[in-house]
């Protein structure tokens, strides 16, 4: 079974920096994308910015260059700077990956909590 377990999260200042880590294990052929969304309380779930197999890095607008995506191997990295009270939210990881058994699938990790005071 393909599980993503996130870490990284807690509580920081505005303005300050944290780094979540996303670590994807299991019965894992082919990874295709690996990408990070958020969900603010009482909001949708968004996407934050997404890396391809080849490497392509796609983000979010609200991004603006404060956030970076890296990978190495399976893990995903999202690197947060400046950040804001409005980036407060539940952080997900989510994968696209084709399995040991030639399936075409996606899961997704259980979320870590980014909180940000003003």
């Known amino acids: 079974q393909v599980q993503l377990v996130e870490s990284g999260g807690g509580l920081v200042q505005a303005g300050g920096s944290l780094r979540l880590s996303c670590v994807a294990s299991?019965?894992?052929?082919?990874?295709?994308?690996m990408g990070w969304y958020r969900q603010a309380p009482g909001k949708q779930r968004e996407l934050v910015g997404v890396i391809t197999s080849s490497g392509r890095i796609t983000y979010a607008d609200f991004v603006k260059g404060r956030f970076t995506i890296s990978r190495d191997k399976n893990t995903l990295f999202l690197q947060m700077n400046s950040l804001k009270p409005e980036d407060t939210g539940v952080y997900y990881c989510r994968m696209e990956y084709k399995d040991t058994a030639s399936r075409y699938l996606e899961v997704w990790g259980q979320g870590t909590l980014v909180t940000v005071s003003s």
């Open positions: 299991g019965s894992i052929a082919t990874i295709y994308t």
